[in-house]
């Protein structure tokens, strides 16, 4: 698994940004995708998950109605759909892969993307 993650910018509050992570593998649909943010200063936090197939997605409280993660395994790409962003959202964004459909924390996803910047303006 080799993650791209891609689509960050700087946008102003109330915008819109799609990220995208491309697998570069041959095992993409065999893995749950998950999105993570880590703004300075703080912790990695958990944004939202996929399932295998695509069906199944959750997200973090804070994103809920605002975010759409989907998936597309014959492209080998996740997708988070960001919208009504808000200055509290800039961060780095992170996919990742592996883990359990469960998984919130870091810890429990095997692969990772390098990250890609948002940054909202007030």
């Known amino acids: 698994v080799q993650l791209q993650a891609s689509g960050g910018g700087l946008v102003q509050a109330g915008g819109s940004l799609r990220l995208s992570c491309a697998d570069s593998g041959r095992t993409f649909s065999s893995y749950v995708m998950g999105w993570f943010r880590q703004a300075p200063g703080k912790e990695r936090e958990f944004v939202a998950v996929?399932?295998?197939?695509?069906?199944?997605?959750d997200y973090a409280d804070f994103v809920k109605g605002r975010f759409t993660i989907s998936r597309d395994n014959a492209k080998n790409t996740v997708y988070l759909q960001m919208n009504s962003l808000k200055p509290e959202d800039t961060a780095v964004y992170y996919c990742a892969a592996g883990g359990s459909y469960t998984s919130r924390t870091p810890d429990k996803y095997n692969y990772w993307g390098q990250g890609t910047q948002v940054t909202v303006s007030s």
């Open positions: 996929v399932s295998w197939g695509g069906s199944n997605t």
